[in-house]
Structure formats: structure tokens, C-alpha cells
């Protein structure tokens, strides 16, 4: 069975099941993956946490039963799962904006959201360079901040977080406190639903004046990449299409960014993405 056809299983699982006390650990099953895999793969392809998507998804469908079936408040709260109409009433306020009896009332505006489904598009050449390696554990010092991967947040503001560390020299002031080459991007701190990160521009050792994050011994699975527009597509495939085909899953342990100190000859920057690996059980 191939990756969409386990990924739409589980998302078939979840209509099947459509409630709050769904869980995600039988929700990942479905894919023949690990809760945490489920929701990393998930929230990276999507770009919203697997609990957001079925509250969502949830409220779509109650705006129909309160619309085309007449049901009561009550009655559609118990059906999803809620304790009281009042818990439903807020919940449902949090993602329409209104009150669910006010979304009955005429010309009022209400949204619809649409399940999900995976597919793979043809889009021509699609290799991709990597190599498996095993490094011991070591330890990286930086500059932090927290980001998300909401809406593909992340992939604005990490290069902004890059320039910014460029332009005032904090840059050039962390790669001194160290003597090796290169310079890491990491991603660590992931949120319980794989939506919240740090991001950390770090060099190896250790410092004081940093802060600190220890590697332990780790397999990765490298991916070469030309450039910031290289890196950030490649991750998305490595996530969309290399990672669930793989035989392999995502490690508990922090993905990396390595950038070598020096563009090539055409001026275009080599790099490299670490993604932490296990073989799949």
C-alpha cells in the first residue's frame, strides 16, 4: 500500500469518527505510522495541527446539521462529542466567529471547509541527492527564536531571522566563538502537535553567551541542496514524498541545516538538509 493511499485512510477514518475525543494515536495507526509521525507529516503538508483540522472539520459539518437538518444545539453537540451545548456554543464561536444559534439567522456569512485528501502530481524530474549517515553526538550553541509552520510561516520568517542576524553582525559575532566551519540551522522544541518549533543559527561547541543544545548520536538521512529556494523545496518533498516512501520515519531528534562558509564557483550556496532517521518497524 503507498503512502496517499495510508495518508487518505487516515483522513477517511476521521470522517468515519468525526468528534472531539478523536484520537490521534488511532488516527496515525490508520497510516501505519507513529502519533508523532502522523502529526509531523501532517501539520508540515498541510500547514495546520492535526487538532485544528478536525475541530474544522467538526464545525463545517454542524453548521449543515444546524442549517439543512433543523437539529438542535443540543443534539448536535452531542453528536461531536461535547458535554454541554454551552462548551459546543464556544467552540464553535472560536472557529465561525459566531454563536451557533446566530448561524441559522439569514444572510449571515458562514465558512465551509472541505475534507482533505492526498495525491501525488507528476511535476516532471524529481531526484533527489542524499546519502544515510550515522554522527556522534555533539553540541551546538546560537541565536533562537520561536517560530511556526502555520500557513508556511516559517519559510518567510526563518530567512528574515538569517538576514537580520547578517546585516547587525550577529552573525560574524557567533561564528567566532567557534573553530570549525559552517554554520547549522536547527529546528527543535517541536510543539506537541508539530506546529510550534525553535530555530536556532548555531555552530558547534559550547559558550556561555549562547544558548545551547545538545546532539545525541543520530542517523540522518543528508539531502544536498543549492541555495535558501533549493532548501526550503526540497524539505517540502523530503516531507511530502521522499519521508512516507522511504522505509524510513522521523527520529525524536532536532532536524538540521548545514551550511558550508563559502558559496561555489557560480556563486550559488551549497547546503544541506539533515533529517533525523529510523528504519520503520
Known amino acids: 500500500m503507498d503512502w496517499p493511499q495510508q495518508m487518505n485512510d487516515a483522513l477517511n477514518y476521521i470522517e468515519d469518527h468525526l468528534s472531539i475525543n478523536l484520537e490521534a494515536k488511532k488516527i496515525a495507526e490508520q497510516a501505519c505510522c507513529s502519533e508523532y509521525n502522523f502529526q509531523r507529516l501532517f501539520s508540515f503538508i498541510t500547514g495546520l495541527s492535526l487538532a485544528y483540522y478536525i475541530r474544522k472539520r467538526i464545525m463545517s459539518e454542524a453548521t449543515k446539521d444546524l442549517l439543512i437538518k433543523n437539529m438542535s444545539v443540543l443534539d448536535v453537540s452531542l453528536k461531536y462529542g461535547y458535554d454541554s451545548s454551552s462548551s459546543f456554543a464556544r467552540a464553535f464561536k472560536q472557529i465561525e466567529g459566531i454563536n451557533p444559534n446566530d ?4 444572510g449571515k456569512e458562514l465558512s465551509s471547509f472541505s475534507p482533505l485528501s492526498f ?87 559550547q559558550s556561555k553567551d549562547y544558548e545551547e543544545i545538545k546532539i545525541k548520536p543520530q542517523t540522518y538521512a543528508k539531502f544536498s541542496c543549492l541555495g535558501v529556494k533549493d532548501l526550503q523545496d526540497t524539505t517540502k518533498k523530503i516531507f511530502a514524498e521522499w519521508l512516507p516512501d522511504s522505509g524510513y520515519v522521523h527520529a525524536d531528534s532536532p532536524e538540521l541545516e548545514f551550511y558550508p562558509p563559502r558559496a561555489n564557483d557560480d556563486g550559488k550556496w551549497p547546503c544541506e538538509v539533515w533529517i533525523p532517521i529510523v528504519k520503520r518497524k
Not at 180 to 193: E, H, K, L, P, R
Request: proline share 1%; with cysteine; net charge neutral.
Open 119 to 205: 495525491q501525488i502530481q507528476m511535476k516532471g524530474s524529481n531526484d533527489m541527492k542524499f546519502r544515510i549517515e550515522k554522527d556522534d553526538a555533539f553540541t551546538l550553541h546560537g541565536i533562537a527564536q520561536d517560530f511556526t509552520n502555520k500557513n508556511g510561516e516559517n519559510f518567510v520568517q526563518i530567512p528574515n531571522m538569517w538576514a537580520k542576524a547578517g546585516t547587525d553582525g550577529e552573525l560574524e559575532k557567533l561564528t567566532k566563538t567557534t573553530k570549525d566551519t559552517g554554520v547549522f540551522g536547527v529546528c527543535y522544541a517541536f510543539s506537541n502537535d508539530c506546529t510550534a518549533f525553535r530555530y536556532m543559527i548555531a555552530v558547534k561547541g
Open 103 to 106: 448561524a441559522i439567522k439569514e
